[in-house]
């Protein structure tokens, strides 16, 4: 009689964006990893690496990314959450996370609460002029208008993988915690990540 098939992990899903800046942060990435658990696969949240009691003389800061790029790489894939924070753009953290799982050759998947266009948003803030057929702002610095959400790098990376970011608009006092976006983000993952293979399958051996 043949030995019982081990039992395969679920998929890991890294959940990155500014949402651990907000009151509710916990509550909100215990939500998320809900959600996950809902769809089949683990939910990853970077407020789980919280620092309780540092080393003498370490750098809380230096072990928070430590513990984050780890996570990273123990994750199968990623979804980022690129609502604009504290400006025009999406965070510049959840940014660099977004890089590194993609240079990773892993599956990213991502979502704005924001339907409006980058140079929109950029007109929104600043006082911006048309000239010679470029959009300048007031450092006379030309300004992207690709019809993109964010910076053409940003985008085009996850059109790339054929994973398009999905906007949303979210009414403000949900701008940051609305989930309808983040849920299409998890339906896309599962239509794609095949449950009859391994997970480690579907990583890439690439290593940064």
């Avoid at 696969?41 to 370490?58: A, K, Q, S």
């Avoid at 964010?150 to 949900?174: K, T």
Wanted: aromatic share 10%.
């Amino acid at each position: 009689m043949s030995p019982p098939s081990p039992k395969r992990r679920k998929f890991r899903i890294y959940l990155a964006g500014p949402d651990v800046f907000l009151p509710n942060a916990i509550q909100l990435g215990q939500r998320k990893k809900q959600l996950c658990a809902q769809y089949g696969f683990e939910g990853l949240y970077p407020f789980d690496n919280e620092i309780v009691h540092p080393p003498p003389g370490t750098r809380v800061d230096t072990l928070i990314y430590r513990a984050n790029v780890k996570m990273i790489r123990r994750a199968d894939c990623g979804i980022f959450n690129l609502t604009p924070f504290r400006g025009p753009s999406a965070d510049v953290g959840t940014v660099f996370e977004l890089g590194m799982m993609i240079g990773l050759g892993k599956p990213a998947f991502a979502y704005t609460n924001d339907t409006r266009e980058l140079l929109d948003r950029v007109r929104n803030a600043w006082s911006i002029e048309l000239d010679q057929g470029f959009w300048r702002d007031t450092n006379r610095m030309s300004i992207e208008n690709f019809g993109n959400s964010d910076n053409l790098m940003i985008d085009a990376a996850l059109r790339d993988q054929g994973h398009p970011i999905i906007r949303r608009h979210a009414v403000p006092d949900r701008y940051f915690d609305d989930l309808v976006a983040f849920e299409e983000c998890l339906q896309l993952a599962s239509r794609e990540l095949s449950f009859s293979r391994e997970p480690e399958a579907h990583r890439s051996v690439t290593a940064l």
